[in-house]
């Protein structure tokens, strides 16, 4: 109900813009690599891979916790080996795989942060320290929950879980290696042809430093222009940030809201404005009147 709902807003502001220029744009692949490819008033594609680079030692920081570092390794290597953006389907977020619910309860605003995931695993470990009397209940608590435990005992995922983290932790107990978070990167390469037989050549990619910032940049060739352009993302909460974009020498400012595949995007400046809408795998650009639409599968 809700796709056809997104469809039909997506077809009333085509009709309410009457804009020419419609776009559709088909986006597949996978969690670190995807392909767009575009066909309406322009044809084109765009090649996106991403990497996971080690950019933080994180035993100091797991030490500052003051919880057991090598249990506390062990769970954040289970829930994401240590990936500052790993993101589940159902919402699960940063290296602890923290939900809404919990990360408002532990007060952690950006779960993307590795140091403050890390912070709010420890208080969460010692507010379960208190109910449970061993680490495995512990992790039977922190998999299903603590209500649900003690209502029907631990679910065999649960126990499962519990097994595989108990393996880590005696793993890195004896071995006594030092672990890092690691962020993401992304290499892009974008090129489109238009009907006049004219083209745009992107190369670049995006970082993200630690959860807090994002910058996407690169250099752009084009028949009729070319320079560098970059976009930066100041993030107050996980879904929450100001963005400022610099592009052909003129500066635009924003804020972009987002919930994993969901959300809404506007910058303005420079004469004109940039806007983008998503609604789970649909989701309509507009840039100068121009509307693209796209449905993106796979990601």
Partial sequence: MRNILVVMIILASLVIFADPLADIIWMVGSEDSYLYLYGGTFFGLEYVRAFEVPVLPSDPFLHMTGCDVNFLKAIIRNESNFRVHATSPTGALGVGQIVRSTA?????????????????????IKYLSRKFKDKT??????????????????????????????HFYEEYKNARKWTWFKDRVLLKI????????????????????????DLDGGYFLSDAEKGPFLKTYLRIFHDLALVFDVEDGKKYIGTSFWDINRGIEV??????GKARLQVGNFGMDLTRGRISIFYRKGL
């Avoid at 910058?267 to 004109?272: A, D, E, K, N």
């Fill in 137 to 166: 209940e512990i992790l039977w608590a922190y998999h299903d929950g603590e209500g649900a435990v003690r209502k029907r005992g631990p679910s065999t995922v649960a126990k499962n879980y519990a097994k595989t983290v108990m």
């Fill in 267 to 272: 910058i303005v400046g420079s004469g004109y």
């Fill in 104 to 124: 408002k309860w532990l007060k952690v605003s950006n779960p993307y942060n590795p140091i403050s995931s890390s912070f709010a695993i420890c208080k969460y």
């Fill in 190 to 213: 974008r090129l489109d042809y238009f009907p006049v037989l004219s083209y745009d050549l992107r190369v670049g990619g995006a970082i993200s430093l630690l959860g807090v910032v």
